[in-house]
């Protein structure tokens, strides 16, 4: 039973930063993907980043591409999204995804395991 469980959230003011965890238990690091989603009200679910488990290697929105980093501690299972010079248009709800086999962030329906999600919002 694979449980993703993410932590972090909260209330920032524009130019702060968060640090999102994602903890995925019973959940192996074995070489796929990672990554962390967002959906604002009214808007769809977007990629944010994600991480290969194995490898290590990144990839990123546009949008948040020099503000945010994904890393990854395999010992632990756990994810995490390190967000600076946060904007208002950063405020979602933060889901983190698990088991991608393709590490793509314009796809959620490659991703088999999902958490509940963490609040982040961002005031000017």
């Known amino acids: 039973q694979v449980e993703v469980v993410e932590s972090g959230g909260g209330s920032v003011q524009a130019g702060g930063s968060l640090t999102l965890s994602c903890a995925a238990n019973?959940?192996?690091?074995?070489?796929?993907?990672m990554a962390w989603f967002r959906q604002a009200p009214g808007k769809e679910r977007e990629g944010v980043a994600a991480?290969?488990?194995?490898?290590?290697?990144?990839s990123y929105a546009e949008s948040v591409k020099g503000r945010f980093t994904i890393s990854k501690d395999n010992a632990k299972n756990t994810v995490y999204l390190q967000m600076n010079s946060l904007k208002p248009e950063d405020t979602a709800m933060y889901y983190c995804a698990a088991d991608g086999s393709r590490c793509r962030l314009d796809a959620p329906l490659g991703y088999n395991y999902w958490g509940q999600g963490t609040q982040v919002t961002v005031s000017s």
């Open positions: 991480i290969y488990t194995g490898s290590g290697g990144t």
């Open positions: 019973g959940y192996s690091f074995d070489g796929n993907c």
